[in-house]
């Protein structure tokens, strides 16, 4: 958790065969977050640093062929306020193998309980299941895999596109992920902020 209530550190996973509009969906919203801050000067806005962590330092290639530069390792990634799981573009399989290595799954499982905000997008809430986050939690994922993640036990999953259960967000996939974000800044800071968020966003918020 960062040092003062008027700060906000968020961190994307990212991993070989990460879906890029999973990321890059909610990173653009508190990018927009973070923008608003620095123009306003606004004390009414939190100071958001928006990263993306890695389990090894290197280049990472999303399912579409995007090459993503992450900003930290698992190591050395700084206390996060705000975890964001984003999914797999994986054919036929909800996930890739990296999203099964102990590595990822046991970052998620660390750093989740002392984060503010937890969120998952498309198939990257199987990792927050496999990590124990989502325990007596309703949630969603994309609808090819929901009878999937009901294996876990105690997860209760929706076939509405976005789930919210306290502070644990769930998206069906990227093309929520927006609407997602939006609800993450909604929890944390007031309709007002995510409001201004989205009109610098050029969306309506109701």
Avoid at 177 to 198: E, F
Wanted: with cysteine; aromatic share 6%; hydrophobic share 40%.
């Amino acid at each position: 958790m960062s040092d003062s209530p008027g700060t906000c550190v968020v961190g994307l996973v990212v991993f070989h065969g990460v879906e890029e509009l999973d990321l890059a969906a909610p990173y653009g919203v508190f990018s927009a977050l973070r923008r608003l801050q620095i123009e306003a000067g606004d004390v009414d806005l939190p100071e958001t640093q928006v990263l993306t962590v890695t389990r090894t330092p290197g280049i990472v290639h999303g399912a579409n062929g995007l090459r993503i530069l992450p900003d930290y390792d698992f190591t050395m990634c700084p206390p996060l306020d705000v975890l964001i799981v984003p999914g797999s573009g994986e054919i036929g399989e909800p996930t890739v193998p990296e999203m099964e290595e102990g590595g990822l799954w046991e970052f998620v499982y660390e750093r989740a309980p002392v984060a503010r905000y937890v969120a998952a997008i498309g198939t990257g809430t199987f990792v927050l299941a496999k990590a124990g986050v989502l325990a007596g939690k309703r949630v969603t994922t994309h609808g090819k895999y929901r009878s999937r993640l009901g294996r876990f036990e105690g997860v209760t999953v929706s076939d509405e596109p976005l789930v919210e259960d306290g502070v644990v967000g769930t998206a069906a996939s990227g093309a929520w992920g927006v609407r997602l974000a939006l609800g993450a800044i909604t929890r944390l800071w007031g309709d007002s902020v995510a409001r201004r968020v989205g009109r610098e966003l050029d969306l309506d918020v109701a």
